[in-house]
C-alpha cells in the first residue's frame, strides 16, 4: 500500500501514510546521518543530525527527518548548504565531548568539521540517550537514567538496579556511540559494590554478536 | 454557602452583598502583594487590623494583591477617594486611622514628585498611575483574593453568567476571535484560533490550561494577577472551557509562591463552593472542573509541551513531535494552554464584547498589556497601558525615568529569549509585531532598563548563563550550542576574547536557532542577535583591547 509520493533529492519516492521521512528515506535507499535513532526505539529528536530541508506549498523549513511525517507532494532535501553546516557545527560540538568516537570522526570527514573548533570538555558521552532509552523501552528496567538538565544532564547507572541487572546484560554498551556507557557502568560498579560479579565477563565475541543483533547504524546506500 | 443554582440566584446573590457594603465607609487596602510583604507590609496589615478593630464597624481594613507601585510599597489606599500611602511603616497607622475617621489626608505620606515636591494624594493624580490604563490590576487594591465575594462585588462572574445564559459556546468563540485576542506569555498568537482548533479537534475529551509558570526573568505581573486575583483567571477559563467544549482545566503554577498557591486553592475550593465549577454549574448544563499543578522549577517547564508533559507526570522535556499540542497535548488529547494574561482578559470581551475591546490598542496589538517594569528605573512595578504606548511612556512618565540621574542606554524585553534595543528607539510603540521587528519582542512583558553603565557583553553572558540552567538539555544544539556561546562570551568579558569569537558565535547564533527542539533553544541566540545589531562596536572593541575593560 504505497499512498503518498514525495520528493527526496529530486527522487520521486512513494511512502506509506504514518512514516517518517528517514524511513521513506532509508527505504529508497538514500542515506541520511543520524546519532540518536535506532528503529526499536521510539524516536527521539535530540542529535539533530537528522535535519533536512523541506519545501512545502512554497515555504522552507528545516525538520528532524526521524521524526518528521512524510506528506503528499513535498519537497525533502537531504543536503543543502544550510543543512551541511547545521551538521558540519553540530558534529564539531559533539567532537568537543567525544573527540575520537568512530562514528563522528566518520562524520567530520564528510562535513569538514573541525575537532578543535570548540573548547573541549572531553565527557565522552554526548548524551544521545541511546542506552537510557534501550534499557527503558526494550529491557524495561531502568538501570541507566538521565539526570540533571541543561548543560549538566548526564547520565548513570542506578547502583541498586545496575547491580542486578547489567553484568547479565550490557547490551546497551554496544549501542554507544562513544563507548562511555560501558565506562560509566564499570566506574558505577567499581564504587557502589566491587567485586559482585556472579558471572565471568563476556567475550568480546559474544558482545559482537550481541551488537549485530541491535544495529543503530541504518543501512548505507 | 448552598451552591447556586442559576444566574439568577447568582445576581440576587450579587445584589445582597452590594447592599450589606458601604459605599461611604472607609476602607484601608493593604498591599500583600510579593513585593510589599518582603517589605514587612505584614506588620503594616496587623498593625491596621489592630487599630481598626475597637472601631467596630466605623472602618475596613482589607489585605490585597499587588498594586501595581511596588517601588513604593508597603502601600496603602484608601477608600473612599482611592488616597495612595507610600512606604507605610506600622508606627504611621495610628495617624491614618486618625485621619481617615475625619476625612483627611496624612499629606508627608502621600507621592511627592523627586523634582518639584509637588504632592499627589489620589490613584488618578500619581504620575505612575495616571498615565495606565488598569483594565486587568485595577481590581488588585478593592479585592481580598481570600474572598470571593469582593470579587462578586466589583462585577465578577457577570461575564460567565452572560455566556453560560445567552450565549452559545459558539458566541463566545466568535466573540474571542473578534476581540482579536493575542496571547500574552511570549508569541501573541491569536487566542480564538487555538481555541478554534482544540475544539475543532475530532477527541471528545478535551482540556484548558492556564500557564502561570512565569518563568521569564524579570517578568513579576502574572504572579501579581494570580495572587491578587485568582477568580478573575478562574473565570476566564471556565468561559473558555465553555467555548471549546472541555470538561476539564489544568492551572499550571509556580511551586516556590506560598501565598500564590493558598490563594488560588482557596480561589477553586469557594468556587466550587458557589457552584461556578464542578457539576452543571449555574444550573446551565455545563460541567468543569480544575486541577492544580505546580511546576518543576526549570524555565522549559513553561513551555506548552513541555509543561503537559509535566502535568502527565513526567519529567518537563519539549515533545519532539510534528503535531500541536491544541490537538495532541495532555495525554495526547486536544489542549488548550494560555497565558495568566490572556485567560484574564476574556471575561471582560464576553461582559463589554469585541467591539470595545478592538477600541484600545494598536491596529494589530489589541487591549492592554501588563509590563513588569524593572532594572536601573526609577519606579519599579506591574504596569498596564494600551497596546501602542510609546514606550516613552512606560520608561519616563511611569517608570519615572532612570535611576540615579543616569542616562539610558538599553531596553531589554522578553527576558533571556528577548532582545535590547539602543535608548534612540525609546519612541517605539508597544506592539507584539513592530517589537519583534525591531530584535526586542515583548515576550511576557518584561521590561528592564538599561543605564550608561551596562556592560552590554555581560548582559548577554549573564542571559546565555541563565538559559544553559533553564533548558532541559535534550538536544545537541541547544545544550551544547549554549555551553560553547557562554563559553565565548564569558572570556570574551575577562579580557581574553580571541579573533573569530563573533564569527563562532554568529555560527552558533544560527545553528542553534535552526536545528533546537523547541523554542527555548531556537530563540537563545536572539539576544546576542539583538547585540550584534546594535551594539557590535561594543563587542569588537572589547575582543580587540583583549583586557576586561570596555573601551
Ligand atoms: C522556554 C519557554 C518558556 C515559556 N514559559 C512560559 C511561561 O512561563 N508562561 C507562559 O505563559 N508562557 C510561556 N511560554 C510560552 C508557552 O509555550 C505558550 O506559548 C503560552 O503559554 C501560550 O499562551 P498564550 O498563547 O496565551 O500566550 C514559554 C515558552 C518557552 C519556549
Ligand atoms: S552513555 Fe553512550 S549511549 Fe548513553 S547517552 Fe551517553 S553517549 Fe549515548
Ligand atoms: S531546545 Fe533546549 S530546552 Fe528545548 S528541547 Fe532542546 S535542550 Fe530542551
Ligand atoms: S536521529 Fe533524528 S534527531 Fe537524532
Ligand atoms: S507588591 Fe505591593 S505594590 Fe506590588
Keep these: ?221 | 454557602m448552598p451552591r447556586l443554582q442559576s444566574a439568577a440566584e447568582l445576581e440576587k446573590y450579587r445584589a445582597q452583598i452590594l447592599a450589606g457594603r458601604n459605599p461611604a465607609k472607609p476602607c484601608i487596602a493593604v498591599c500583600a502583594g510579593a513585593a510589599c510583604d518582603g517589605m514587612d507590609s505584614a506588620a503594616v496589615a496587623a498593625a491596621f487590623v489592630a487599630a481598626g478593630a475597637p472601631l467596630g464597624d466605623k472602618i475596613e481594613v482589607r489585605t490585597t494583591g499587588c498594586h501595581g507601585y511596588c517601588e513604593k510599597g508597603p502601600n496603602v489606599v484608601v477608600t473612599p477617594g482611592d488616597i495612595c500611602y507610600f512606604e507605610v511603616q506600622p508606627a504611621d497607622v495610628p495617624e491614618i486611622i486618625a485621619a481617615t475617621l475625619k476625612g483627611e489626608v496624612v499629606e508627608r505620606l502621600v507621592y511627592h514628585d523627586p523634582n518639584t515636591g509637588a504632592k499627589a494624594v489620589h490613584m488618578n493624580e500619581v504620575p505612575f498611575y495616571k498615565h495606565q490604563t488598569r483594565l486587568l490590576i485595577g481590581d488588585n487594591p478593592k479585592i481580598d483574593p481570600m474572598r470571593i465575594d469582593d470579587y462578586l462585588a466589583v462585577g465578577g462572574y457577570a461575564a460567565l453568567v452572560k455566556a453560560l445564559s445567552e450565549m452559545t459556546p459558539d458566541q463566545v468563540l466568535d466573540e474571542v476571535k473578534k476581540a482579536n485576542l493575542r496571547g500574552r506569555g511570549g508569541g501573541g498568537f491569536p487566542a480564538g484560533s487555538k481555541w478554534e482548533t482544540t475544539k475543532n479537534a475530532p477527541e471528545k475529551i478535551k482540556y484548558v490550561i492556564v500557564n502561570g509558570h512565569e518563568g521569564e526573568s524579570a517578568a513579576f505581573m502574572d504572579r501579581a494577577m494570580l495572587t491578587g486575583n485568582p477568580h478573575k483567571i478562574l473565570e476566564g477559563l471556565i468561559i473558555g472551557a465553555y467555548a471549546i467544549g472541555a470538561q476539564k482545566g489544568f492551572m499550571y503554577t509556580r511551586h516556590d509562591m506560598p501565598l500564590l498557591e493558598k490563594h488560588v486553592r482557596n480561589a477553586l475550593a469557594q468556587a466550587k463552593e458557589y457552584g461556578l465549577l464542578g457539576e452543571n454549574i449555574l444550573g446551565s448544563g455545563f460541567s468543569f472542573d480544575v486541577e492544580l499543578h505546580f511546576d518543576v522549577g526549570i524555565f522549559v517547564s513553561g513551555e506548552s509541551s513541555a509543561l503537559m508533559r509535566s502535568i502527565e507526570g513526567n519529567p518537563p522535556e519539549p515533545r519532539p513531535k510534528y503535531i500541536r499540542t491544541s490537538v495532541s497535548g495532555i495525554w495526547d488529547k486536544p489542549s488548550n494552554l494560555n497565558n495568566v494574561e490572556t485567560w484574564a482578559n476574556v471575561p471582560q470581551i464576553i461582559s463589554k464584547g469585541a467591539e470595545w475591546f478592538t477600541s484600545i490598542g494598536s491596529e494589530k496589538s489589541k487591549g492592554t498589556k501588563l509590563i513588569s517594569l524593572s532594572g536601573n528605573v526609577v519606579n519599579s512595578g506591574v504596569v498596564e497601558v494600551p497596546m501602542g504606548t510609546p514606550l516613552r511612556t512606560l520608561v519616563f512618565d511611569i517608570g519615572g525615568g532612570v535611576r540615579d540621574g543616569k542616562t539610558l542606554k538599553a531596553i531589554h524585553f522578553g527576558g533571556a529569549m528577548g532582545g535590547s534595543i539602543p535608548a534612540d528607539l525609546i519612541d517605539a510603540p508597544l506592539d507584539f509585531d513592530g517589537m519583534s521587528k525591531l530584535g526586542a519582542p515583548i515576550g511576557a512583558g518584561g521590561l528592564l532598563l538599561m543605564d550608561e553603565d551596562t556592560d552590554m557583553v555581560e548582559v548577554a553572558r549573564y542571559l546565555m548563563d541563565f538559559l544553559t540552567k533553564e533548558s532541559c538539555g535534550k538536544c545537541v544544539p541547544c545544550r551544547e550550542g549554549m555551553k560553547q556561546m557562554l563559553q565565548i562570551l564569558t572570556r570574551i568579558t575577562e579580557g581574553k576574547g580571541q579573533q573569530g569569537d563573533l564569527e563562532r558565535l554568529e555560527d552558533l547564533i544560527q545553528v542553534t536557532g535552526v536545528a533546537s527542539l523547541c523554542a527555548l533553544g531556537k530563540t537563545s541566540g536572539d539576544p546576542l542577535k539583538s547585540m550584534f545589531r546594535y551594539f557590535k562596536p561594543e563587542y569588537e572593541a572589547r575582543i580587540a583591547a583583549g583586557s576586561g575593560e570596555p573601551k
Excluded at chain 1, 542515506?31 to 519545501?55: D, N, Q, S, W
Excluded at chain 1, 525538520?63 to 543543502?80: G, M, N
Excluded at chain 1, 565531548?97 to 565522552?124: I, Q, T
Excluded at chain 1, 553484568?167 to 567485586?195: D, I, R
Aim: net charge neutral; aromatic share 8%.
Design chain 1, 1 to 221: 500500500m504505497t499512498d503518498i509520493v514525495l520528493n527526496i533529492d529530486g527522487k520521486e519516492v512513494k511512502a506509506k501514510a504514518g512514516m517518517t521521512v528517514l524511513e521513506a528515506a532509508q527505504q529508497a535507499g538514500i542515506y541520511i546521518p543520524t546519532l540518536c535513532h535506532h528503529e526499536k526505539l521510539e524516536a527521539f529528536g535530540g542529535c539533530r543530525l537528522c535535519m533536512v530541508e523541506v519545501e512545502s506549498r512554497g515555504w522552507t523549513s528545516y525538520v528532524v527527518s526521524c521524526l518528521y511525517p512524510v506528506a503528499k507532494d513535498i519537497v525533502v532535501r537531504t543536503r543543502s548548504p544550510k543543512v551541511d553546516n547545521i551538521r558540519k557545527v553540530l558534529i564539531e560540538e559533539l567532537l568537543a565531548h567525544a573527540p575520537d568516537a568512530p562514528e563522528l570522526v566518520k562524520m567530520a570527514e564528510e562535513y569538514g568539521s573541525d575537532r578543535n573548533r570548540f573548547a573541549r570538555e572531553a565527557s565522552f558521552c554526548v548524551l544521545c540517550g541511546l542506552c537510557v532509552r534501550y534499557c527503558d523501552e526494550v529491557k524495561q528496567k531502568n538501570a541507566v537514567s538521565f539526570f540533571d538538565n541543561g548543560s549538566v544532564r548526564q547520565i548513570a547507572f542506578v547502583p541498586e538496579v545496575a547491580k542486578k541487572e547489567c553484568w547479565e546484560c550490557q547490551e546497551c554498551f554496544a549501542l554507544c556511540p562513544t563507548s562511555y556507557a560501558q565506562a560509566a557502568y564499570l566506574l558505577t560498579e567499581a564504587l557502589a559494590f566491587p567485586g559482585q560479579r556472579k558471572t565471568p565477563a563476556k567475550s568480546a565475541k559474544d558482545l559482537a554478536l550481541k551488537s549485530r543483533m541491535i544495529p543503530i547504524t541504518p543501512v548505507a546506500m
